[in-house]
């Protein structure tokens, strides 16, 4: 059986080889993969058409500048795809590149199953998305229990939840190991706070003045607390410049095990909006999240039509994660918000309450790349019967 991948980006590329060692255990020998990998995938004997970072953008300027590159690498992987004739497609997040790749192996490959793994954030923002991934989508692969409701609302293709690929990752895992209620575990005297100003230099510049001026107001409210900054090594130096003037040093560390490590210590959180809000929430860690648009992207927010930007909120369906954009990143009123998750307050208690219920409606059976594995082979199965 040849299946065929594309991802754009570090986090599909895991997802990605997850779903290869499922595929592998049923198939063994038999399983041939073509298309494009990542680092992971490559691991598990997959070669790729092209190097991936070359996909690996965010924000609409990024995407405007690479543009011409990015439909070239269109072109070159679906005739790629086609030529190799497999038995199944499997499209990984990265919407922009991944989506046009599927329509063009759909209208020459018109019998091939295409599946959707993480389907774009069509619950964010442009929902027309949902109803257009149907010609050339025949199943979405959810890693978010609310999702497949919503593109069944939206009339978008079927769908299926199986997981978060963070229900494996073994930092959380030992958390997770302590099942005491959340609210049974108070904050320490004194606290700490683990600061979070992004994964992207983009990110990190535009807000990580402003996080240091929030703990250093916060030090003022709470004396003695205590700060723990993760971050990604290539961005170290830049992070390290930039608190250096702080009054307040946080520790900084960098790798996946220390921002575990760092979570577990941690009585609260200010971070950076994005996925890491749901990391939080399901290692039960109490948020104020904060986030500025770069200034292309900010003169398309009108596109947004999500009533919230936090994973937590959409999980829950209430505004249970405060959140702070723009001018509304202010460093006093961040650090008195703070000073209420950080100690125990009708406020972090509520937010535990509903991180309690995240992790109920989150929970899994069976591995996610197992549930995949299932559902991309049962397509195959069914397209081979049609095709009698």
Request: glycine share 8%; aromatic share 6%; charged share 25%.
């Amino acid at each position: 059986m040849r299946i065929a991948f594309v991802v754009g980006e570090p986090s599909g590329d895991a997802i990605g080889a997850d779903l290869v060692r499922a595929l592998r255990a049923r198939l063994g020998p038999d399983l041939d993969l073509v298309g494009l990998a990542g680092e992971n995938m490559r691991a598990e004997g997959m070669e790729t058409l092209f190097d991936i970072d070359e996909l690996s953008i965010m924000g609409v300027s990024a995407i405007l500048a690479r543009l011409p590159q990015l439909i070239r690498r269109v072109g070159q992987t679906a005739d790629a795809i086609v030529a190799a004739r497999p038995d199944a497609l499997v499209v990984i997040d990265s919407p922009t590149f991944s989506h046009r790749v599927a329509k063009r192996v759909r209208a020459r490959l018109p019998k091939v199953p295409i599946v959707n793994y993480i389907p774009p954030t069509v619950w964010a923002w442009r929902e027309g998305r949902a109803a257009k991934m149907r010609p050339y989508v025949d199943h979405a692969i959810c890693a978010l229990p609310f999702e497949p409701a919503v593109l069944q609302r939206l009339d978008g293709p079927p769908a299926t939840y199986v997981g978060h690929p963070l229900m494996k990752e073994p930092g959380l895992a030992a958390i997770l190991a302590d099942d005491r209620p959340l609210s049974a575990r108070p904050p320490k005297t004194p606290p700490c706070l683990v600061i979070l100003p992004g994964s992207r230099r983009g990110e990190i510049d535009r807000l990580i003045d402003d996080f240091g001026g929030t703990l250093a107001r916060l030090s003022e409210l709470l004396p003695g607390v205590t700060a723990v900054l993760p971050t990604l090594t290539r961005h170290r130096g830049r992070v390290e410049t930039a608190a250096a003037g702080w009054p307040v040093k946080p520790e900084i560390v960098t790798g996946t095990e220390a921002k575990w490590q760092a979570f577990a210590r941690a009585d609260a959180a200010l971070a950076a909006s994005g996925t890491v809000s749901l990391e939080l929430a399901l290692a039960g860690i109490p948020m104020a999240l904060a986030y500025r648009l770069d200034p292309v992207a900010y003169r398309f927010r009108h596109l947004v039509s999500a009533w919230t930007a936090a994973l937590p909120n959409f999980v829950t369906g209430h505004p249970l994660v405060p959140e702070h954009f723009h001018e509304f990143v202010r460093p006093e009123h961040l650090a008195r918000r703070m000073a209420r998750l950080l100690t125990d307050t009708p406020e972090r208690r509520a937010q535990l309450a509903g991180f309690d219920e995240i992790r109920r409606q989150m929970a899994i059976d069976r591995p996610p790349g197992e549930a995949a594995a299932e559902i991309v082979l049962g397509l195959v199965a069914k397209g081979r019967v049609s095709a009698r």
